[in-house]
C-alpha cells in the first residue's frame, strides 16, 4: 500500500459491517420494486460479488478476467449514477453530496487503471484490490445511508419514474444488460 493509500485510509476508516449493514437494510426499505434506488441496490451487490470473483481467482488469467468484469460493472454503474443521479441530488439541495460522488468515483477509477497495472497475483495487487474495495464500500455506505435516502424523501412521482427510466438507460448503455446477478 502506497503512503497515500495509507493515509486516505488512516483519514477514512471503514464503516463497521454492522453499520453497511444497517445502511443497505435502510436503503432496501426505502426501495420500491424495479426503482432506481431497488436497481442501484442490486449493483452494489453485484459490484461486491464482482470483488470476491476477482480475490478468488485461481491463477492469473482468470483473475485478469474477472477484473474486466467487475470495471465493467464498477464503471456502468458510476457512469448511470454520475448521468442521471448526481445531478438529482444536486438540484435537490444535495450539491455537496454530488460533488463529493463524483470525487470519490473519480479517485477509484484513478485507484483502478493503477491496479490493472500490477501483476494479478501479486500481495501488491491484493493490496490494491483491498483499498479500491474499502473506498467502494464506503461510497456505498455513504449513498445507502443518507444520500439516496434523502433523494427519494425529496423527489416527486414523476422525477422518480424519470430517475428509474434514465438511471436503467445509463446503466444498459454501458453494460449492455440491467443487471449481472
Known amino acids: 500500500m ?13 464503516e463497521s459491517d454492522e453499520a453497511r449493514l444497517e445502511a443497505r437494510t435502510r436503503a432496501t426499505r426505502a426501495a420500491l420494486p424495479g426503482d432506481w434506488l431497488d436497481q442501484i441496490l442490486q449493483h452494489h451487490m453485484d ?15 482468470s483473475r485478469a478476467a474477472r477484473l474486466k468484469q467487475l470495471a465493467l460493472v464498477l464503471t456502468g454503474h458510476a457512469i448511470a449514477e454520475e448521468a442521471v443521479i448526481y445531478p438529482a441530488m444536486a438540484n435537490e439541495a444535495q450539491k455537496t453530496h454530488a460533488g463529493m460522488g463524483y470525487d470519490e468515483q473519480a479517485l477509484v477509477k484513478v485507484q483502478f487503471a ?5 501483476d494479478p497475483m501479486s500481495q ?21 445511508g443518507d444520500w439516496f435516502i434523502e433523494l427519494k424523501d425529496s423527489a416527486s412521482l414523476a422525477d422518480e419514474a424519470m430517475l428509474t427510466r434514465r438511471y436503467a438507460e445509463e446503466y444498459e448503455r454501458y453494460v449492455g444488460a440491467p443487471s449481472l446477478a
Open 47 to 61: 459490484i461486491e460479488a464482482a470483488f470476491a470473483d476477482v480475490r478468488a481467482a485461481p491463477d492469473a488469467a
Open 124 to 144: 501488491q495487487f491484493l493490496d490494491k484490490l483491498d483499498h479500491v474495495e474499502s473506498a467502494v464500500q464506503h461510497h456505498m455506505y455513504q449513498e445507502e
Open 2 to 14: 502506497s503512503i497515500i493509500d495509507r493515509l486516505i485510509a488512516a483519514v477514512t476508516p471503514p
Open 114 to 118: 493503477l491496479l490493472e497495472r500490477l
